[in-house]
């Protein structure tokens, strides 16, 4: 079975520092990745995916993410944050496209001015 | 191109009662998928549906069922309410029909279970 770990439930930053949100998985299969933001009382937005095409996953916002198999790892980053990225953030793994997929149990992120 | 949306937004409910929400896809899509986002938590996969028949289901019992429509709409019932049925329930839909189709959420029906 798949699944992921997310570290940190809480992070804080300052506006125009680094975002780094951590995000490990395990799957007895090359996974699909994907990253979802969720604004207070609102649903699920895509922020990006790893399709097996390339490492390094640009997505909206900003936002990317970098695969790297030997780690397990598909962590989030942003190289400057921004007051509106303040939200909670969900790694999620399926093992085929349109399957299931398994969140991690989120990371809040806050923005400091 | 409409996109995924649910209805009602928030509904509260009593112990023992029954609850049904509602789901329209987003146009062009074919699939159906139901999370549970209890407080605090990250979603949990409750069911998928494609072409009306469930194809798929997480760790729930069957007092959760669900129905999927023609028109690919679907509805998430859910009998015998109790305390921790209290969520957010998600849907999300998608193409079934490609290697990697990306799931598109909704607004969410907010269910609070008195």
């Known amino acids: 079975a798949q699944s992921v770990t997310q570290l940190g439930s809480h992070v804080s930053v300052s506006e125009g520092a680094l975002v780094l949100l951590r995000c490990n998985y395990s799957?007895?299969?090359?996974?699909?990745l994907f990253w979802y933001v969720q604004y207070p009382n609102q649903g699920l937005q895509l922020l990006l995916k790893?399709?097996?095409?390339?490492?390094l996953v640009k997505g909206i916002n900003g936002f990317e993410a970098e695969f790297k198999k030997s780690e397990t790892s598909f962590h989030l980053t942003k190289p400057s944050a921004h007051m509106s990225d303040a939200a909670e953030y969900f790694c999620?793994?399926?093992?085929?496209?349109?399957?299931?997929?398994?969140f991690g149990t989120g990371t809040r992120l806050t923005i400091i001015p | 191109e409409t996109g995924v949306t649910q209805s009602p937004t928030h509904l509260i409910k009593t112990r023992g009662q029954q609850v049904t929400l509602r789901c329209s896809s987003q146009?062009?899509?074919?699939?159906v998928s139901w999370y549970q986002q209890a407080l605090g938590q990250g979603p949990q996969f409750i069911f998928q549906?494609?072409?009306?028949?469930?194809?798929g289901r997480g760790n729930f019992p069957p007092r959760f069922s669900g129905l999927q429509f023609p028109n690919y709409s679907s509805e998430l019932n859910v009998n015998a309410l109790e305390l921790d049925d209290s969520a957010l329930y998600l849907c999300?839909?998608?193409?079934?029909?490609?290697?990697?189709?990306?799931?598109?959420f909704g607004p969410g029906t907010r269910l609070l279970v008195l």
């Open positions: 799957s007895s299969v090359p996974p699909y």
């Open positions: 999620a793994v399926s093992l085929f496209g349109n399957e299931k997929l398994t």
């Open positions: 999300a839909s998608s193409f079934q029909g490609a290697i990697l189709e990306t799931q598109y």
């Open positions: 790893y399709t097996s095409a390339a490492t």
């Open positions: 549906y494609y072409r009306e028949e469930e194809n």
């Open positions: 146009s062009g899509h074919n699939t």
